[in-house]
């Protein structure tokens, strides 16, 4: 599985790359427009450093897509069967953060997005990566707390949430046991 994880992150940082070319920008505009250091971008398309969750989402906002969809053009063949060990996974280095991507790549405005958040995990999320989308969060087992803007809710296994419109937002996991929820994104607009 390791190896897995780690050509993911190597091909996420060339997607990044691919993807800053093709809207003409540099590092440096790429970094203004997610608000992280040029150096930061520069170690991640070089495949020297792997982003962690929080940087990946401000990364993927700034080009106006979600992790899903940055995830998917990285890694994924299109066709309507993906198969369970051709499932890009993907851990953030930071929090451990394991997200898989379950949904086939296809012309479906959808993603399927399973996320396994280790006790004690805090992952910010900032409102630009969620625009342009609907999201629902349906936890599968364990405790997740979701924090969006003010709001605060407290879900168990079995909870589903409709997202409200973007705004930063906070996955936790308070519990002493891992949680694992599903993501399912409607994507609404954008490329």
């Known amino acids: 599985m390791n190896n897995i994880i780690d050509t993911l992150s190597q091909r996420l ?12 920008w540099s590092q440096n505009e790429l970094a203004e ?3 992280v250091s040029r150096a930061m971008i520069h170690k991640i398309e070089r495949g020297d450093s792997s982003p962690t969750a929080t940087l990946l989402g401000r990364l993927s906002g700034a080009f106006g897509l979600s992790m899903s969809t940055l995830i998917a053009r990285a890694e994924m063949q299109e066709g309507r069967l993906l198969r369970f060990h051709e499932q890009p996974v993907w851990r953030d280095p930071q929090s451990h ?7 086939p790549r296809s012309d479906l405005p959808l993603d399927l997005v399973q996320v396994e958040l280790p006790a004690g995990s805090d992952i910010p999320m900032p409102a630009s990566a969620y625009l342009n989308a609907r999201q629902l969060i349906w936890v599968q087992s364990g405790e997740l707390v979701f924090v969006e803007g003010e709001t ?5 296994a079995g909870d589903c949430l409709e997202l409200g419109p973007p705004n930063d937002c906070h996955f936790i996991n308070e519990s002493e046991t891992p ?4 993501v399912v994104r409607l994507n609404n607009a954008g490329p």
């Open 97 to 103: 953060y394991l997200r898989r991507h379950v949904s």
């Open 13 to 24: 940082g060339e997607r990044i790359r691919t993807e800053r070319e093709s809207r003409g």
């Open 152 to 156: 605060r809710h407290h879900m168990q």
């Open 179 to 182: 949680c694992v929820y599903l």
């Open 33 to 35: 427009r997610a608000g």
